[in-house]
């Protein structure tokens, strides 16, 4: 049964309660983790989390990812709108990958608008803060039960 879900997050998410929090709700990155686990075990999923502000040590996480997950969370911050290395590492890693954002991206600035993971993900869940997770959770085991 695949119920392992690596949730990853990029460039800035160390310091989420210092960023605007009118797009990503005030709370720590802690606090994130904390909500994210609780949906796993409210959807019997398994959540292992990964943070990192280095994009070398991203792409190395999404190398190893299929020998320990079934199924990725992916909000890579600012690196979601031009990282096409990260873009390549999840078709290397070849597992299904939910791009998830707290902000609405697609009503932000332009530069917001364009992800550079499309063609790779699963599927995408934006705008509806920490609850997203929920979504993307629930969209990776509709993907494992395909
Ligand atoms: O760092 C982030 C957070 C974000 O990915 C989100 O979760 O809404 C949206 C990105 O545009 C931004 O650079």
């Not at 949730?7 to 983790?33: C, K």
């Not at 096409?84 to 791009?99: F, H, K, N, Q, S």
Request: proline share 3%; net charge negative; aromatic share 10%.
């Amino acid at each position: 049964m695949r119920n392992r879900a690596l949730v990853m997050h990029g460039i800035n998410f160390s310091a989420l309660d210092r960023r605007p929090a009118e797009h990503y709700g005030g709370l720590t990155y802690a606090q994130l983790e904390r909500e994210i686990t609780r949906f796993g075990r409210e959807l019997d999923v398994t959540v292992n989390c990964f943070q990192s502000n280095y994009e070398g040590a991203f792409v190395e996480e999404l190398h190893k990812a299929s020998d320990y997950a079934d199924g990725i969370l992916i909000n890579p911050g600012a690196w979601t709108h031009y990282s096409w290395a990260i873009r390549d590492a999840i078709e290397i890693a070849g597992l299904p990958a939910i791009e998830v954002h707290l902000s609405n991206v697609d009503a932000r600035e332009p530069f917001r608008q364009v992800s550079v993971l499309e063609g790779v993900r699963t599927g995408k869940v934006a705008g509806k803060g920490v609850d997203g997770y929920r979504d993307g959770l629930q969209l990776l085991k509709e993907a494992w039960e395909r």
